[in-house]
C-alpha cells in the first residue's frame, strides 16, 4: 500500500531546478534510503516532503492527500523528522525535548497525563536514554543527542519517520546502534544516507538522485553497481556479498 507518493516534483531557485521531476513511491512498512553525491538535492527533495520548501511543480502525497493541503498539525501527525542538524534546545532537559513529540496530540495548554508520561517513559527505556532524562540536552554527546530525537519523533508516533543524514557526525558505534535500533522499528522510514555501505546494510530499497534527477531506484543488490557508483559518485568501487549478512559490500579503490 502506498503511504508516500510524489509526481513529478520541482523545486528551483531563480531558473535552477534543485529537485527536477522527481517521481516514486513508498510503501508502508518500508525502509527507504535516499543517496547520491553533495549537491544532488537530497535534502531540498526532504525538504518538499516534509512542507519546507513548497514544490515549484508537482505533488506530494500521503495516503493519496496532497501533504500541502493539510495543516500543519495534520502532517505532525503523519511525518516526524530527525534533521542532521538540531537547535540545542537551550535550558531542556532530556525529557523536555522528548515530551515535544506529544505536541500535535495535544489541545492549547493541555498538559501531559499519566498516559502521556507512560509513553515517554516506555520509548526513553526503548532507544536507552532512561539515565539521560534529568540532563540538560545541550551537553550530551552527538551520538546522545540523536537518541534523544529518536526518541521525540517516536512519542510523536507517526506512521512515516523522515530521517536527513542520521548517521551525520556520528562514530561507527553511535552510527551502528542509531540504525540498528531504527530498523527494528514498526514505521515506514526514509532516510538519507552518505555512506553507501550503511544504506546497503539496513535499506530495502534504495532512490538515487544526481543533479536533482531520480535515475536509479530498486533494492541495494540492484542499484549499488559499479558502474551506478561510477557514474553518479565519480569514484571507482568494488562491489560484491558482505560475507555475513550477504547485502553488497562497497570497497573503493583509492589508488590506480
Same mark, same amino acid.
Given at each position: 500500500?502506498?503511504?508516500?507518493?510524489?509526481?513529478?516534483?520541482?523545486?528551483?531557485?531563480?531558473?535552477?531546478?534543485?529537485?527536477?521531476?522527481?517521481?516514486?513511491?513508498?510503501?508502508?512498512?518500508?525502509?527507504?534510503?535516499?543517496?547520491?553525491?553533495?549537491?544532488?538535492?537530497?535534502?531540498?527533495?526532504?525538504?518538499?516532503?516534509?512542507?519546507?520548501?513548497?514544490?515549484?511543480?508537482?505533488?506530494?502525497?500521503?495516503?493519496?492527500?496532497?501533504?500541502?493541503?493539510?495543516?500543519?498539525?495534520?502532517?505532525?501527525?503523519?511525518?516526524?523528522?530527525?534533521?542532521?542538524?538540531?537547535?540545542?534546545?537551550?535550558?531542556?532537559?532530556?525529557?523536555?525535548?522528548?515530551?515535544?513529540?506529544?505536541?500535535?496530540?495535544?489541545?492549547?495548554?493541555?498538559?501531559?497525563?499519566?498516559?502521556?508520561?507512560?509513553?515517554?517513559?516506555?520509548?526513553?527505556?526503548?532507544?536507552?536514554?532512561?539515565?539521560?532524562?534529568?540532563?540538560?540536552?545541550?551537553? /550530551?554527546?552527538?551520538?546522545?543527542?540523536?537518541?534523544?530525537? /529518536?526518541?521525540?519523533?517516536?512519542?510523536?508516533?507517526?506512521? /512515516?519517520?523522515?530521517?536527513?543524514?542520521?548517521?551525520?557526525?556520528?562514530?561507527?558505534?553511535?552510527?551502528?546502534?542509531?540504525?540498528?535500533?531504527?530498523?527494528?522499528?514498526?514505521?515506514?522510514?526514509?532516510?538519507?544516507?552518505?555512506?553507501?555501505?550503511?544504506?546497503?546494510?539496513?535499506?530495502?530499497? /534504495?532512490?538515487?538522485?544526481?543533479?536533482?534527477?531520480?535515475?536509479?531506484?530498486?533494492?541495494?543488490?540492484?542499484?549499488?553497481?559499479?558502474?551506478?557508483?561510477?557514474?553518479?559518485?565519480?569514484?571507482?568501487?568494488?562491489?560484491?556479498?558482505?560475507?555475513?549478512?550477504?547485502?553488497?559490500?562497497?570497497?573503493?579503490?583509492?589508488?590506480?
Amino acid at each position: 500500500m502506498a503511504l508516500l507518493e510524489t509526481h513529478n516534483v520541482r523545486w528551483q531557485v531563480g531558473d535552477k531546478a534543485i529537485v527536477d521531476d522527481v517521481s516514486f513511491v513508498i510503501n508502508k512498512g518500508q525502509f527507504v534510503g535516499l543517496i547520491g553525491p553533495n549537491g544532488a538535492g537530497k535534502s531540498s527533495l526532504m525538504r518538499c516532503l516534509y512542507r519546507v520548501n513548497a514544490p515549484s511543480s508537482g505533488k506530494v502525497l500521503f495516503e493519496q492527500q496532497d501533504v500541502w493541503q493539510l495543516s500543519a498539525n495534520q502532517n505532525a501527525k503523519n511525518m516526524s523528522v530527525i534533521l542532521q542538524e538540531h537547535s540545542d534546545h537551550l535550558g531542556l532537559m532530556v525529557r523536555d525535548v522528548v515530551s515535544q513529540g506529544l505536541t500535535p496530540h495535544k489541545k492549547l495548554f493541555q498538559w501531559d497525563d499519566e498516559q502521556d508520561l507512560a509513553h515517554m517513559k516506555t520509548v526513553m527505556a526503548q532507544v536507552d536514554i532512561t539515565s539521560l532524562q534529568n540532563k540538560p540536552f545541550q551537553l /550530551l554527546s552527538g551520538g546522545e543527542k540523536q537518541r534523544v530525537m /529518536l526518541a521525540r519523533a517516536l512519542v510523536q508516533n507517526t506512521e /512515516l519517520l523522515i530521517m536527513d543524514e542520521p548517521t551525520n557526525h556520528l562514530d561507527v558505534h553511535y552510527q551502528t546502534d542509531m540504525m540498528m535500533k531504527v530498523k527494528t522499528l514498526q514505521k515506514t522510514i526514509l532516510a538519507s544516507f552518505h555512506d553507501l555501505n550503511l544504506a546497503a546494510a539496513f535499506c530495502d530499497y /534504495l532512490l538515487v538522485l544526481d543533479k536533482g534527477k531520480l535515475v536509479a531506484s530498486g533494492a541495494p543488490s540492484d542499484v549499488l553497481t559499479q558502474t551506478l557508483i561510477d557514474d553518479v559518485f565519480r569514484t571507482k568501487a568494488i562491489v560484491d556479498k558482505h560475507p555475513i549478512n550477504g547485502h553488497p559490500r562497497i570497497t573503493y579503490q583509492y589508488h590506480d
